[in-house]
């Protein structure tokens, strides 16, 4: 089995049945960037997309605005390689490790940044703490 | 402002206005370990538990299963730090940034575990990856 693609090998129904799907059949999931330990993003899975992300490497979420599979990166290029698939003691929740692909540095976040979580708490205010490293109007402009 | 109380200065309510609350009045956290970048556990807060959060610079959960309020370690003793509160790009997600307290090395998880992501997709199959460091029966026998 590659490193790159954890449950390819067998991938048979089980280990998804050991996941504790919530009422919507959704789990969150949080992705943490390998070698940097950044967590760069939060988002759910259904278990087809849980499934997707083990046989392809690569992450694919379940967006709950649009109803449907998103492949991460699909229109921006900013794909997720995963290095791991991870539960918790409950496992209710999904923790990915990933490589950020399409720029460098990885820009995990729709607004060009390289995390989603650049708004910090100071002094009972958010404050942006991180760059836009990319124009998103250039991100989503692949046709 | 104490950079372990990130939001004790002001905490007025408007950067709790600020979270987009989902349609049970809560949001999905995450706590990561200072230092290490481990993703120790998650978990949820009402508006009262990220209040408190900021307020008293530990973390205070929003138990879903006991319908309460929970300042981690308040049995175990491993009380969560907050060192940094962090909101992502749609505010409907809470990083913390936490000094695990307690134990060296920090147990989050009740299985006495370091972190509760102990276990790992392989072959199709889930393994556990991480020692519990603690009998779970002696950390919550505290009268």
Chains 1, 2 share one sequence.
């Not at 959704?26 to 943490?32: G, K, N, R």
């Not at 003691?89 to 692909?101: E, Y």
């Not at 060009?112 to 942006?128: N, Y």
Request: glycine share 10%.
């Amino acid at each position: 089995m590659s490193s790159s693609n954890p449950g390819a090998a067998v991938a048979p129904p089980d280990w998804l049945d050991a996941i504790a799907w919530d009422a919507d059949g959704l789990v969150p999931v949080i992705a943490q960037e390998a070698g940097s330990g950044d967590v760069l993003m939060f988002a759910w899975m259904n278990r087809e997309a849980l499934a997707a992300t083990a046989q392809r490497g690569e992450a694919v979420y379940w967006s709950r605005s649009r109803r449907r599979l998103w492949h991460k990166g699909e229109e921006s290029g900013h794909v997720q390689q995963v290095l791991e698939i991870r539960t918790d003691c409950d496992a209710d929740v999904v923790l990915l490790t990933v490589r950020q692909l399409g720029h460098e540095p990885g820009i995990a976040c729709h607004t060009g940044r390289h995390s989603c979580f650049f708004q910090k708490l100071d002094g009972g205010r958010w404050h942006t703490t991180a760059p836009v490293l990319k124009d998103p109007a250039t991100m989503y402009a692949r046709g």
